[in-house]
């Protein structure tokens, strides 16, 4: 069914409301028209005030707006849900006033006291929503006025600020009698992994710190419930993400929503995908440009798709804020005043900080759309990842994402060719050609592989 709905179509699709609709059984052909109507209704993130001490129990109040919101007398709440981007204090009186305390992810309030040390459980009478706290960095800019060549990020101040940090994480394996569910050390190393990787893709803006783990035992083999019974049960749920790694055989698929992430297994890429989505990316399509047929989710040079990667595609990585306004130029200013222009690009790689003076992308703003292309060599070399070349270059059509939230960074892979190639490729009303690059040659297992560092092209209109 997600693939019948053509989720590429609709990025709202590919939410967890969506996919626990699907894996519940209520997408079905017969109502699929009015569930798809009430899911592609942009849903702005809400704190959420919850009668229990997890995050499935009823919700009680919510509210989307900064500033200071009043619970009313006989409201007792035990969770607050806080989306990404936003801080919430919480007060033991009305009007925002009395003994506070201020949470920056969902917190259970059966772990969380108040500044004095009471507990704040059932005790909070009134929350004031803000923006979460911007760091100075060197990845956050603005584009001045004089600077055509600048390629402004979209995403909010907030979310990158909320991002590009220490990430706390709770991890919760479920058990379940008569199926197998990795180890919990196994779980840790694969969760280790992927901030290892986040580390270096960030330029060391995103660190991890495992606050928790904890075993539950569910007794329903039904994909939803299991779930909701996982989280009923599970405590100290005060962290920015949430990892549940599901019994095998479970749930045909993982899934990630809000803050949490399902995961059926131990693969890397699904981890770095389904994590993704927390962060804010939705699929890598591909478009073949011969047929125009889309492929949901084909793009191997993306973790958003469903092939092995090694990293995300480079609109992706400027969406999250881990490039620097020197590494990916505007080219529209340049074609409109000479026809043409030639840019040389750096191969992105593990998107590693580096001292070259050469970009690692192009951007040309699709002319009365609110989309973008970007031109990148996501590869110096290949590698036993996938079969994507060193000094191939790929096209990617994004959008600019302008008050975007949740699952919002998806991409379409519009053209891919080689270093080598000698014909023109268009891709959203551009023509490229490569006209020059520089490599070298190493020997891998006894074979030699040729490493690129440069690829220069011709883009015109």
Request: aromatic share 6%; with cysteine; glycine share 8%.
């Amino acid at each position: 069914m997600v693939e019948t709905c053509l989720t590429y179509e609709h990025v709202e699709l590919e939410d967890d409301v969506f996919v626990d609709a699907v894996q519940s059984g209520n997408c079905t052909a017969a109502n699929w028209t009015a569930l798809r109507e009430q899911l592609i209704v942009p849903r702005t993130p809400a704190v959420r005030v919850r009668e229990n001490c997890n995050g499935t129990s009823p919700v009680l109040q919510e509210a989307a707006s900064n500033g200071c919101h009043t619970l009313a007398p006989t409201v007792g709440a035990s969770f607050i849900e806080v989306p990404i981007g936003k801080t919430v204090t919480l007060h033991a009186a009305a009007d925002c006033a009395g003994d506070s305390v201020t949470v920056e992810n969902d917190a259970n309030l059966c772990e969380t006291s108040f500044g004095s040390g009471a507990s704040a459980n059932d005790k909070v009478r009134s929350y004031r929503i803000q923006d979460a706290e911007v760091l100075p960095s060197s990845h956050s800019y603005d584009c001045g006025p004089t600077e055509s060549t600048c390629v402004k990020n979209y995403n909010s101040a907030s979310r990158l600020g909320a991002l590009n940090k220490k990430h706390t994480v709770k991890i919760v394996r479920m058990t379940l009698e008569g199926r197998n569910t990795p180890a919990m050390t196994t779980i840790r190393n694969v969760v280790g992994n992927l901030y290892d990787y986040y580390a270096v893709a960030s330029r060391n803006q995103v660190s991890l710190d495992i606050v928790g783990t904890q075993t539950v035992a569910v007794t329903s083999s039904n994909c939803a419930t299991a779930k909701t019974q996982a989280r009923q049960k599970t405590t100290n749920s005060n962290a920015f993400l949430t990892v549940y790694v599901l019994p095998g055989g479970m749930c045909s698929t993982s899934n990630a929503g809000s803050r949490t992430v399902n995961l059926k297994g131990t693969l890397f890429r699904d981890y770095a995908h389904e994590v993704g989505h927390v962060l804010g990316l939705a699929h890598g399509n591909v478009r073949d440009p011969s047929t125009g047929k889309v492929k949901s989710s084909g793009d191997s040079s993306t973790y958003m798709g469903i092939f092995a990667s090694d990293n995300y595609n480079l609109p992706q990585l400027h969406w999250l804020g881990w490039t620097k306004k020197e590494e990916i130029v505007q080219i529209n200013s340049a074609i409109a005043s000479n026809g043409f222009t030639e840019i040389t690009l750096r191969p992105v790689g593990n998107n590693a900080d580096s001292t070259s003076p050469l970009p690692m992308g192009a951007v040309w703003e699709i002319p009365g759309t609110d989309q973008r292309l970007f031109i990148s060599v996501p590869k110096p070399r290949l590698n036993g990842t996938n079969n994507i070349e060193g000094g191939n270059v790929f096209a990617h059509r994004a959008p600019k994402c302008v008050g975007c939230t949740g699952m919002a960074m998806g991409t379409m892979q519009m053209a891919r060719f080689g270093a080598k190639s000698v014909n023109e490729h268009e891709a959203s009303g551009i023509f490229i050609k490569p006209v020059g690059y520089t490599s070298h040659f190493v020997q891998v297992d006894g074979k030699s592989v040729e490493v690129f560092t440069s690829v220069t092209l011709r883009v015109r209109q």
